[in-house]
């Protein structure tokens, strides 16, 4: 990930019916605090036939119904969002504690990550868990969060072939980015650890554990820990 890179907003149709808005080529907390303003302004401020927003690392797709309002006049309301841009406030992050357990039961691809850095798995651990990352978006299944910054140190190569089904609350690394599978899904990330946490909650007012703009720490748990937390959470 680029420590800075050139923010400056480009917009385009990406369909008939989706803008992409663009903030440079870079992935970076800059960036990221440009996405953000854009993605509150457009839930504050929702152009007539807003569909979706979709938050990325350094963009941010907007569906819309072609049906409703013209792309052009579309086209022209979220351009004039981004004159807005630096008036948005951004609050504080909220820092959320995630408890993950690292035992090899519940990490299959701990070892290999271990091999292909370098490291002990203990140094592993320590490394994975000692930075406070950050939500650059949810994506993927619903609740699943892209973290960064990943140390360097941990960048290790995604799975050949992805495994068909991975548990609910994997914790797993895919080449430079670390995220949380919130739902039982397919998926190609090394998975290092699990936590008890459930991140996609539907029947809750705010279905997903973390939003875009948090801060996440990992807490290493033992796999005791790990046992009675999820017999507390059935």
């Given at each position: 990930?680029?420590?800075?890179?050139?923010?400056?907003?480009?917009?385009?149709?990406?369909?008939?019916?989706?803008?992409?808005?663009?903030?440079?080529?870079?992935?970076?907390?800059?960036?990221?605090?440009?996405?953000?303003?854009?993605?509150?302004?457009?839930?504050?401020?929702?152009?007539?036939?807003?569909?979706?927003?979709?938050?990325?690392?350094?963009?941010?797709?907007?569906?819309?119904?072609?049906?409703?309002?013209?792309?052009?006049?579309?086209?022209?309301?979220?351009?004039?969002?981004?004159?807005?841009?630096?008036?948005?406030?951004?609050?504080?992050?909220?820092?959320?504690?995630?408890?993950?357990?690292?035992?090899?039961?519940?990490?299959?691809?701990?070892?290999?990550?271990?091999?292909?850095?370098?490291?002990?798995?203990?140094?592993?651990?320590?490394?994975?868990?000692s930075v406070e990352y950050l939500v650059y978006f949810i994506g993927f299944t619903p609740g699943f969060p892209?973290?960064?910054?990943?140390?360097?140190?941990?960048?290790?190569?995604?799975?050949?072939?992805?495994?068909?089904?991975?548990?609910?609350?994997?914790?797993?690394?895919?080449?430079?980015?670390?995220?949380?599978?919130?739902?039982?899904?397919?998926?190609?990330?090394?998975?290092?650890?699990?936590?008890?946490?459930?991140?996609?909650?539907?029947?809750?007012?705010?279905?997903?554990?973390?939003?875009?703009?948090?801060?996440?720490?990992?807490?290493p748990v033992s796999l005791q820990e790990f046992n009675d937390m999820m017999k507390?959470?059935?």
């Amino acid at each position: 990930m680029s420590p800075k890179e050139d923010s400056s907003p480009s917009i385009s149709f990406a369909s008939d019916h989706s803008l992409l808005v663009v903030f440079g080529n870079g992935v970076s907390r800059d960036i990221h605090h440009n996405v953000q303003r854009l993605f509150k302004l457009l839930q504050s401020r929702p152009p007539a036939g807003l569909r979706n927003i979709h938050p990325a690392y350094n963009s941010v797709l907007v569906s819309f119904d072609p049906l409703v309002v013209p792309p052009k006049e579309f086209e022209l309301h979220v351009t004039s969002l981004l004159d807005l841009l630096n008036s948005v406030l951004l609050t504080s992050p909220r820092l959320v504690q995630i408890p993950v357990c690292y035992d090899r039961s519940l990490a299959p691809d701990l070892e290999f990550v271990a091999s292909h850095t370098g490291l002990a798995v203990d140094d592993v651990i320590q490394l994975h868990a000692s930075v406070e990352y950050l939500v650059y978006f949810i994506g993927f299944t619903p609740g699943f969060p892209y973290l960064g910054e990943l140390p360097d140190r941990l960048a290790t190569p995604r799975l050949a072939a992805p495994r068909l089904c991975v548990p609910e609350g994997s914790v797993a690394i895919g080449g430079r980015q670390t995220g949380i599978y919130s739902l039982p899904s397919p998926g190609g990330w090394r998975v290092i650890g699990r936590t008890p946490l459930k991140l996609f909650r539907p029947r809750e007012s705010f279905p997903t554990l973390l939003e875009i703009g948090d801060q996440v720490r990992f807490r290493p748990v033992s796999l005791q820990e790990f046992n009675d937390m999820m017999k507390k959470a059935k």
